[in-house]
């Protein structure tokens, strides 16, 4: 496919459907968020008897799920279309998907903004929603579905048509990432149909708390690498593009996605450490997994180095460290999710503290965990999310990166980082002077400690208003990218590898083999605990509504 014809015309409306949601989304949740550190200084209270657990609700499910699931697919649908094509068969079904989602995320936001689901994103029971919001989610997740079977069918028939070739990378990432997405939205899918939803009901009288956590977690953490996988795909398969450069290494880009395939979902009781009722040994064992899961991010970390020192000796760089100046920083393209990578560094370190068993005792439920997923998700991941919009929109609407576009990108990208830094920097150390998360303003009792945090509450809604003008910034670049950007064609930017680079070994390619360990690996890691949990969990807790 030529540069002219960026993408069909038909495949850009599809992923530009998607970019509406996922921006529309940015703006609310970011309002309620920029409300929050406000009610969290003790100075503010909210209007119209608001309450504050309704407005951290619209955040998190927004945010963390609404906004991150319709960019992905969007953005994934793109990729696709570009590197391996779409029927329009399949795109029939994509729509298909996209209006499934979208209903159950109305159903959804509509029970929160009555107030009927205050249940924050993971929704823990014995907190009870109403039964919409469940139903709510499950067509969420089974809109998700056919977009995960649109994708595989996609990578399919081009195999079909292409029997001797390797797979586009992209395209191969894709499909692991939605494969990763199926196996892990099971989980979720189980407790809200087999749990929550006849529960809330009232057809059963109790919920089994424990079981519901567990089938929570197992999505739950593999959650957090759907995020972060999209945004390894513009790194490997886009950023060596932009900085004039070539993929370092096809297979070891392949290694790390199927690492994370078979690594990021028996890994879940890494969240529930400090939960009673789970065999430490099993514990132990996902911990280990855990640290597992760490591995690929380290040679995605080689990786883009790798990538960056070659392109810049490749201009001719020779010193040391040369090849940093001869990055492109002035490029929105590459500084947003440079800024990503470079946050990663502390945002994966925070991440290994979190799953030593020692230290999670120390931050578990504090504000330090917020802290982490603002480092990873919020800037990490959605820094390099934006980076793409720079040149994604421009490639659905038919208009031109201008220089425009760039500064306000790069300005947009500076404030985003300083809101972040000041932010998540502040409730990492709230958090480790014992400040609680999921919780609203308290002086507990006028407790010595709680004095502590109030400085860093402060600095928090500080960060938080910085970062609300970055959605601000954000929001008028969309707008200008979509409706008065100068027409013109722009480029859809896919790296490539270098003439003479080693052959990818076929087997990265045996689907069979990979799901097949990754099965095997979530059955040795759950399937013991799990039984144990069901047969000696105390009794059940009926519903609570807050
Ligand atoms: Fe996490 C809690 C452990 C990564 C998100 N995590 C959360 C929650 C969220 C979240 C949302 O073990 C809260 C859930 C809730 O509501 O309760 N996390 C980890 C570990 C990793 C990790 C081990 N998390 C993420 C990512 C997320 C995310 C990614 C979102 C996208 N997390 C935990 C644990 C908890 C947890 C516990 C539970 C805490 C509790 O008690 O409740 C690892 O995947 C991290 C590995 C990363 C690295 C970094 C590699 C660095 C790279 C950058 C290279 C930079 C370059 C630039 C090339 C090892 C790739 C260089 C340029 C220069 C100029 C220097
Ligand atoms: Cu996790």
Redesign the pocket.
């Known amino acids: 496919m030529d540069i002219k014809s960026a993408l069909p015309k038909k495949d850009a409306s599809l992923t530009m459907a998607h970019m509406w949601v996922a921006f529309i989304s940015l703006l609310i949740g970011g309002l309620m968020g920029l409300l929050q550190t406000f009610v969290r200084t003790g100075k503010i209270t909210l209007p119209f008897g608001i309450d504050y657990y309704q407005i951290l609700t619209v955040h998190g499910v927004i945010l963390?799920l609404v906004l991150t699931t319709f960019f992905i697919i969007g953005f994934q649908f793109a990729l696709m279309s570009k590197t391996v094509g779409m029927s329009d068969g399949q795109r029939k079904w994509g729509w298909i998907a996209f209006w499934i989602m979208l209903l159950g995320t109305t159903a959804t936001a509509i029970m929160i903004l009555l107030g009927k689901a205050s249940v924050l994103y993971?929704f823990y029971a014995p907190l009870a929603a109403h039964p919409i919001f469940y139903f709510g989610l499950t067509f969420v997740v089974v809109g998700s579905w056919v977009a995960c079977f649109v994708n595989f069918h996609q990578l399919f028939k081009w195999k079909k048509q292409n029997p001797r070739e390797k797979s586009p990378l992209l395209a191969f990432m894709v499909v692991i990432n939605m494969a990763i997405w199926f196996i892990a939205t099971l989980g979720v899918a189980a407790t809200v149909l087999i749990q929550f939803i006849p529960w809330s009901l009232g057809l059963v009288d109790e919920i089994n708390i424990l079981v519901s956590r567990t089938l929570f977690w197992y999505f739950?953490h593999p959650l957090?690498?759907f995020?972060?996988l999209p945004a390894y795909m513009a790194w490997y398969g886009i950023i060596p593009k932009i900085i004039g450069g070539k993929i370092f290494s096809d297979g070891l880009a392949r290694l790390a996605f199927i690492l994370f395939l078979l690594f990021s979902i028996p890994v879940g009781f890494?969240?529930q450490?400090l939960e009673p009722g789970i065999d430490p040994f099993w514990k132990y064992i996902q911990v280990v997994l855990?640290f597992a899961?760490?591995i690929p991010?380290?040679l995605?970390?080689f990786s883009?180095?790798a990538v960056f020192e070659s392109a810049g000796r490749a201009k001719g760089e020779r010193s040391l460290f040369g090849w940093?100046k001869a990055l492109p920083w002035k490029d929105v393209r590459f500084l947003a999710p440079?800024i990503g990578?470079?946050a990663?560094?502390p945002a994966?370190a925070g991440?290994?503290v979190?799953?030593s068993n020692q230290l999670?005792l120390v931050?578990?439920?504090t504000i330090w965990?917020t802290g982490?997923?603002h480092l990873?998700?919020a800037t990490?991941?959605i820094l390099t999310f934006f980076g793409i919009s720079y040149w994604l929109i421009p490639v659905l609407t038919g208009r031109k990166l201008d220089a425009k576009t760039n500064r306000l990108g790069i300005m947009q990208t500076i404030v985003w980082s300083l809101g972040m830094f000041i932010m998540s920097g502040s409730m990492h150390i709230a958090g480790l002077l014992g400040a609680p998360r999921r919780s609203s303003f308290s002086e507990y009792n006028g407790s010595e400690q709680a004095v502590e945090w109030i400085g860093y509450q402060y600095a928090q809604a500080i960060g938080g208003s910085i970062l609300f003008i970055g959605i601000l910034l954000m929001m008028y670049t969309f707008f200008y990218m979509t409706f008065s950007a100068p027409k013109g064609i722009e480029e859809f930017p896919i790296a490539e590898e270098e003439l003479n680079a080693d052959t990818t070994p076929t087997i990265f390619e045996n689907w069979r083999l990979w799901i097949g360990i990754a099965v095997v690996l979530i059955a040795f890691a759950y399937t013991i605990p799990f039984i144990d949990i069901i047969q000696n969990s105390p009794p059940g807790a009926p519903p609570f509504q807050w």
């Open positions: 963390a993971t739950g957090v690498y995020w972060l890494h969240h450490l855990t899961v760490a991010s380290l995605t970390a883009m180095f940093f440079m990578m470079i990663f560094i994966g991440g290994l979190n799953a999670n931050v578990h439920n965990v982490h997923f990873t998700l990490t991941v």
